[in-house]
């Protein structure tokens, strides 16, 4: 009976062992489903990654401090575009408003959309990177053959002259990466082959029928 007794509280104590650790894996993989918007916001708000920031508007002064902004492109082997900056670099003062353009054309027969990721490096500088206006803030669409000139707005926030651990910097790095969209893969994507075997009329052993164009219909 005492061994019984054992085996009994044994079992219990898996069974809540058991519980305790799906609840665990239920947690944490809602906390990883939260954490993408979570670590999204956190590097918009601290620049952390080279994330760049969002302004209104460039200030109205002007520093002497000056800061060359290098353009880089990439395209994701998916999106059949070319994609490249019309200038390589620029040099700007800290807090003058710059604007560069990236030419984009469609190299496929069909509309095709796609979507820009960003950063800045070195990382450090993102947070003091400030956009007004981009082509990355939204989802761009191109028609077959078609070319775009794309525009981003830019300065560097005055507030980097505040922080010595920016000071050795005078070169930046704006870099680009357009995806296709999410919505335009999966149109794109071809339809699965339908599954081997008889057809439905054959299974119910009925002759298919005939069409005019010489295929089998049902």
């Not at 947690?27 to 918009?44: D, E, H, I, K």
Request: glycine share 8%; hydrophobic share 40%; net charge neutral.
């Amino acid at each position: 009976m005492a061994r019984d007794g054992e085996a009994k509280r044994s079992a219990a104590r898996n069974a809540r062992t058991g519980l305790a650790l799906s609840a665990v894996v239920c947690a944490m993989a809602g906390l990883a489903y939260a954490s993408v918007p979570l670590y999204r916001l956190f590097c918009q708000v601290t620049g952390y990654g080279g994330t760049t920031q969002v302004a209104e508007a460039a200030p109205e002064t002007v520093w002497e401090r000056r800061i060359t902004v290098r353009f880089n492109a990439d395209v994701n082997p998916k999106l059949p575009w070319s994609f490249q900056p019309l200038a390589r670099a620029v040099t700007l003062h800290v807090g003058e408003p710059g604007l560069a353009f990236f030419r984009a054309v469609n190299l496929a027969d069909r509309p095709v959309s796609g979507t820009a990721t960003f950063n800045v490096t070195p990382l450090k500088a993102g947070q003091y990177f400030d956009k007004t206006q981009c082509f990355c803030f939204d989802e761009q669409r191109l028609e077959a053959g078609q070319t775009v000139d794309m525009g981003v707005s830019f300065f560097i926030d005055p507030a980097i002259l505040e922080d010595r651990n920016l000071d050795d910097v005078t070169t930046v790095t704006l870099s680009y990466t357009f995806f296709r969209s999410l919505e335009d893969e999966a149109q794109a994507r071809p339809p699965e082959p339908a599954p081997a075997g008889r057809s439905f009329a054959a299974a119910l052993g009925r002759p298919a029928a005939v069409g005019s164009g010489g295929g089998s219909v049902f």
